[in-house]
């Protein structure tokens, strides 16, 4: 099934420590997205990438980095994670048309 | 810039019961708008994508209803049923861009 996978699905890191997270995508879809979701809030999102063209949110702390080397992959890197990064973050895609996002399952990152 | 509010936060109801879940929105150049169901500690699942050219949409139990003009979309479960139980977040696309703004979701118990 064509589909949007995370990994890894939990991550515990120490306060500072840098982390990647991943997000692979089977739809072929030229639209991916990070977000991060902390408690009983709304998906926020952070930046996004139309191919291979980078749009960064204006709030988006500059801890946070982003690559996608091919049309499959993409990462977020946490430089420095402060314990205020705790959150579920979540990659999404979607394609021209009426840009239908989505979702993968989604990593708790957990800054200790 | 685009707001979005669903109300109640919280909804608990006994089994059978139909759901009426609200989402209002303060800026009506929308493209479409987006229903999902989020499980505890999981990404988001898309349950109905409605287009801004539409007044409904439905599969299966749920039917999602659209009123542009006013700002308000509806989600009815019918029959509620246990598996019900989850987070249900409204995103709307606007007329101008691809990325989406939330609402923060109304979390839904159905009781056996």
């Known amino acids: 099934d064509a589909m949007v996978i995370q990994n890894p699905r939990y991550q515990v890191t120490q306060f500072g420590k840098p982390v990647t997270l991943s997000c692979s995508q089977t739809?072929?879809?030229?639209?991916m997205y990070w977000y991060q979701q902390k408690s009983s809030q709304a998906p926020k999102l952070l930046f996004h990438?139309?191919?291979?063209?980078?749009?960064n949110e204006a709030d988006t702390p500059d801890n946070f980095q982003s690559r996608r080397p091919n049309t499959s992959f993409c990462f977020l890197d946490i430089r420095s994670p402060g314990l205020g990064d705790t959150a579920m973050y979540l990659c999404?895609?979607?394609?021209?048309?009426?840009?239908?996002?989505?979702f993968g399952p989604g990593t708790r990152l957990t800054v200790t | 810039k685009q707001e979005v509010t669903q109300i109640p936060a919280a909804l608990s109801v006994p089994e059978g019961e139909n759901l009426v879940l609200n989402c209002s929105f303060t800026?009506?150049?929308?493209?479409?708008l987006q229903w999902f169901r989020q499980d505890p500690g999981k990404g988001l699942t898309s349950l109905l994508l409605?287009?801004?050219?539409?007044r409904e949409q439905t599969s299966g139990r749920l039917n999602a209803s659209l009123d542009k003009s006013s700002g308000r979309s509806t989600l009815y479960i019918a029959a509620s049923q246990p598996g019900d139980s989850a987070t249900y977040l409204c995103a709307v696309r606007p007329e101008d861009d691809y990325k989406l703004s939330f609402g923060a979701g109304t979390t839904v118990t159905v009781r056996a």
């Open positions: 999404a895609t979607s394609r021209p048309g009426n840009y239908e996002q989505y």
């Open positions: 800026d009506s150049a929308i493209y479409n």
């Open positions: 409605i287009q801004s050219s539409q």
């Open positions: 739809l072929n879809h030229n639209v």
């Open positions: 990438y139309y191919d291979k063209d980078f749009n």
